[in-house]
């Protein structure tokens, strides 16, 4: 068996213009979104917003994979508060991720391991743990 990773998924977005008036549609035309700057009046999303929605989704799922594993059924009311931050450094922009995580009804040591395994297994986690600073709480 090849070490090589199977695609099972491909998105593709075309943006135009950037975060403060851009717009970005996906091929499937299911994602069409205006872009607006952070505290604006402007109509529309940012890219931190688009981060911490898709991260923290991501992140779900593979808790709810790691609760199946374990036979035992993910509370319908796990909650993930997460949020991207975007901060300016000398030598240029950074983000900065916090997550904040619920699961009514599990013991705390079993939402800890579960919630370390799935970040093991998020591809999102994966990802930006290594390139951001990365905060977990577990309520």
Not at 30 to 43: M, N
Not at 96 to 112: H, L, N, V, Y
Not at 130 to 136: F, G, K, P, S, W
């Given at each position: ?62 808790i709810a994979f790691v609760a199946r594993k374990n036979n035992v059924a993910l509370p319908t009311d796990l909650k993930i508060s997460a949020e991207v931050a ?54």
């Amino acid at each position: 068996m090849s070490n090589t990773p199977k695609e099972i998924y491909t998105a593709r977005t075309e943006t135009i213009g950037g975060r403060e008036s851009g717009v970005s549609r996906s091929s499937d035309g299911v994602l069409d979104i205006r872009f607006s700057a952070p505290d604006s009046t402007g109509i529309g999303t940012n890219p931190e917003q688009l981060l911490s929605a898709a991260w923290s989704a991501s992140l779900a799922s593979a808790i709810a994979f790691v609760a199946r594993k374990n036979n035992v059924a993910l509370p319908t009311d796990l909650k993930i508060s997460a949020e991207v931050a975007i901060s300016h450094a000398v030598d240029g922009y950074v983000l900065e991720a916090r997550m904040s995580i619920s699961m009514p009804g599990i013991d705390g040591d079993t939402t800890k391991r579960w919630v370390d395994e799935a970040r093991q297994i998020c591809p999102f986690s994966k990802a930006l743990s290594q390139a951001l600073h990365v905060t977990v709480e577990l309520d």
